[in-house]
Every structure is written in structure tokens, then in C-alpha cells.
């Protein structure tokens, strides 16, 4: 896998990646027997209110996170989806390469249980990331922190999640009224 963090970007002004959401959502549901049950674009591709790398995010809940088989999997294989084996917890996260040389993400499913805790932080942090600046703008400066201070694409995506709960745990109260 492409071992650095790719290259932020600000804009898209062609609007790829909400064409790239939507065709990937229509294939998610068009799955022969598909647990996907909904779908979210959701991260710095959505609404470009911080600097992003170019990967689309997308939430995926399905009704039991044990509904994923080893069937789904080859069936996401077979669109391009790759499952990422990390210590996630409570998620399933699978990527989507550029090629099977350079292997640079290009969009990512986070795979989540529906009404869960783990669900509802990813909606309600999206949503504060979206629409408060101040909260974006510590995000943004958050992310560039741990960009200068790690040398592998691991260990920007393990800190920046650190980051994400943190942030949670620390405007949660803010979070939920919005």
C-alpha cells in the first residue's frame, strides 16, 4: 500500500467526488443481497471546509456488522474494494485503489453497525465537521500537526482517528445540539 499521507487538496471543482459518491452508492445497494441498509458521503470530500486528502469517505450501516461475509467481501472485491486489516474496532473499513502498483486509496468504506454508538459519532461528528467552522478549523489544524509529525500513512490515520474521538469527546455536548 502507497506508504505516504497523499497530497491535500482544497477544492473540486468538478464536483468528482460527489459523481464518485453516487455511483458507489448505487453499486453498494446493487449488491445481490447487499446488507447495506444506508450510505453517507461523509469527510473533507463532502464539503471542503478543511484542507483533505483525496479520498472519498463514505459510512456505510448495515443492520449487523457480522452481515459482511466473506461473500460481501468478494463480491466488494470484485468492484475494487479491498478490506484494510487493522486493529479497527467495531468497523469494517474497505479501500478502493488508484491501481495495484501505486495502491493509493481512492475511497474508502467505513463499514458500521446501525444504531450503534460507534454509528452515531461518525454522523454527529461529520455533521459538526460540516457545518462549524471553529470545530473544522481545529480539525484542520489538528490534521497538519500530525502530518509534520509522522512518516507513514498508518500513523496519520491512526492519529488523525485519536483526533476525531478526542475532538468528539471534547465538543460532544456542542455536537449533539447541532
Known sequence: MYSK????????TNHQFAKQYEELRKLLFNLLDSPVK????????????????????????????????SLDEKRLNYAGFYRLHHPY????????FN???DLKQVARLHIIQLDTPLF??????????????????????????????VT????????????????YRQYAEDITHL
Open 5 to 12: 499521507v497523499q497530497n491535500f487538496i482544497s477544492h473540486d
Open 38 to 69: 444506508t450510505t453517507q458521503h461523509i469527510g473533507g470530500t463532502k464539503h471542503f471546509n478543511y484542507p483533505t486528502e483525496p479520498i472519498l469517505d463514505i459510512l456505510v450501516g448495515v443492520d449487523n456488522l457480522h452481515d459482511i461475509t
Open 89 to 96: 474496532k467495531k468497523k469494517v473499513v474497505m479501500a478502493q
Open 99 to 101: 491501481n495495484l502498483i
Open 120 to 149: 452515531s459519532q461518525y454522523e454527529q461528528m461529520d455533521k459538526a465537521l460540516s457545518s462549524n467552522p471553529a470545530i473544522a478549523k481545529a480539525f484542520a489544524d489538528k490534521k497538519e500537526k500530525i502530518l509534520h509529525n
Open 152 to 167: 507513514h500513512i498508518s500513523q496519520y490515520e491512526r492519529a488523525k482517528q485519536q483526533a476525531l474521538n478526542k475532538m
